[in-house]
């Protein structure tokens, strides 16, 4: 496994370790016997941080570093190791890591609703929604008055309701449950994005 390493703080103490997975490339072989299949590669990002900067914006983060978990010790390279493998966009939490730790330059001023979903993931898992509420409000702006919702419950629906959830847009997400509730009969579709087991309850 190869990695490459980023250093949003560089004299940060932590690594943040993502995951990507990598497809194998195409065979040269006209015909492979059934059966037989390439196991994936997978490639580290490495992003250097500071655990100051993360357990001041991040609960989650606060609880796992002031814990006996072996995140919370220094490894042999001297560093903290926080290893998320690869659940999460590596793109979307580079942007949340350099919004925690103030280094806004390269930080996008409008991210479309496939970026902004990842985003919101990453935020609802490390709890970190107040360190990042300047840029998801900023974000948020273009939906919610000339944006046209869909007429259908399709996965922009859904991920209108996930982020309008995460980041505590009440108007947008009032709006978007009720047209989940138009275009729903019983359970509301979550496209696997990770929207809260009692929020499809709510379109009812």
């Keep these: 496994m190869s990695n490459t390493c980023v250093a949003i703080d560089p004299n940060g103490d932590t690594l943040v ?101 990842k985003v919101a993931s990453i935020v609802d898992d490390l709890e970190c929604y107040d360190a990042l509420s300047f840029c998801t409000e900023r974000w948020l702006s273009s939906y919610s008055t000339l944006y046209t919702l869909p007429e259908r419950m399709d996965k922009t629906l859904a991920q209108l309701i996930l982020v309008s959830f995460v980041f505590a847009n009440k108007h947008i997400f009032r709006k978007c449950i009720q047209r989940a509730a138009r275009y729903t009969c019983e359970g509301m579709p979550t496209f696997d994005l990770p929207i809260r087991a009692d929020i499809p309850n709510r379109a009812h």
Excluded: M
Aim: charged fraction near 25%; glycine fraction near 6%; aromatic fraction near 10%.
């Design 17 to 117: 370790i993502l995951a990507t997975k990598q497809d194998p490339p195409p065979s040269k072989e006209p015909t492979e016997p059934a059966g037989t299949t390439e196991s994936p590669t997978f490639i580290e990002k490495h992003f250097l941080c500071s655990q100051k900067h993360l357990t001041l914006a991040s609960r989650r983060a606060s609880k796992l570093f002031s814990s006996a978990f072996k995140e919370a010790s220094k490894q042999d390279d001297g560093l903290y190791h926080w290893n998320f493998g690869d659940v999460f966009d590596v793109q979307a939490f580079e942007v949340v890591l350099k919004i925690i730790h103030g280094k806004t330059r390269g930080v996008p001023q409008y991210a479309g609703l496939d970026l902004l979903s």
